[in-house]
């Protein structure tokens, strides 16, 4: 299969709590990147950690990246209702090919 | 940031027809662009790399007759459905990559496509 896999596939949690996501992958990658999709649009670029990296922050984001294990995992600390999505990973390969995750859905209850 | 946009953004048609959708950089020029489908409730998958100047390459599994890939310009791809059934209906995502050395991709809003 083309795609990596995320999990969970769905988190659903109060506002102000931290929420994590996981993902694998299957192959050498240049980089891991995350996207946030809200429902029916498009994707919005969120963080991207290169294969030399192990962590990286951005505002409330943190990605982690292990290459022994081929994973990574999205941090989004003290929530917002707002940030209520779907979470997609995608590892890019040669050529800048993206393979994306099955995705987690992100419910942030107020 | 770096804009791309597509048109339409919905589209609905009879089987048989054919459809063109365009993905559009706004303000950079890409001499690659993906176009990607996603059925509900799930995560996108690369069809194929559209390259300016040549042709494209299709993922596996991809029928290239059926999605036709045209990159005109610098700054234009077109991907043609062509004989729509209602299996093709999803919604279509095209990207194209910005900057160096590890280039982020900007992505389009979408097309959603309904074939009765």
């Known amino acids: 299969s083309q795609q990596g896999e995320e999990d969970p596939q769905a988190l659903s949690i109060q506002e102000g709590e931290n929420a994590t996501m996981n993902c694998s992958y299957k192959?050498?990658?240049?980089?891991l990147q995350w996207y946030r999709q809200n429902s029916g649009r498009g994707l919005v670029h969120l963080i991207l950690?290169?294969?030399?990296?192990r962590e990286k922050h951005s505002g409330r984001l943190r990605v982690t990246l292990d290459t022994s294990k081929k994973s990574s995992s999205l941090l989004i600390t003290a929530s917002r209702a707002a940030d209520t999505a779907s979470y997609f990973c995608?590892?890019?390969?040669?050529?800048?090919?993206?393979?994306f995750g099955e995705g987690t859905q992100l419910t942030v209850n107020p | 940031g770096a804009v791309v946009s597509q048109h339409p953004s919905w589209v609905i048609c009879k089987s048989g027809t054919s459809v063109k959708i365009e993905c559009r950089s706004l303000?950079?020029?890409?001499?690659?662009m993906f176009w990607y489908r996603q059925f509900p409730k799930q995560s996108l998958m690369l069809m194929a790399t559209?390259?300016?100047?040549?042709?494209?390459?299709?993922e596996q599994g991809v029928e290239k007759d059926k999605f036709l890939i045209n990159h005109a310009s610098l700054t234009l791809s077109t991907l043609t459905v062509t004989s729509a059934h209602p299996e093709d209906s999803s919604f279509y995502i095209c990207?194209?990559?910005?900057?160096?050395?590890?280039?982020?991709?900007?992505f389009g809003p979408g097309t959603r496509l309904l074939v009765l």
């Open positions: 192959t050498s990658i240049n980089n």
């Open positions: 559209s390259n300016e100047g040549s042709k494209a390459t299709y």
């Open positions: 950690i290169r294969s030399n990296e």
């Open positions: 990207s194209a990559p910005q900057g160096a050395p590890q280039e982020t991709q900007y």
């Open positions: 995608a590892a890019e390969t040669s050529g800048s090919r993206l393979t």
């Open positions: 303000d950079f020029q890409a001499t690659t």
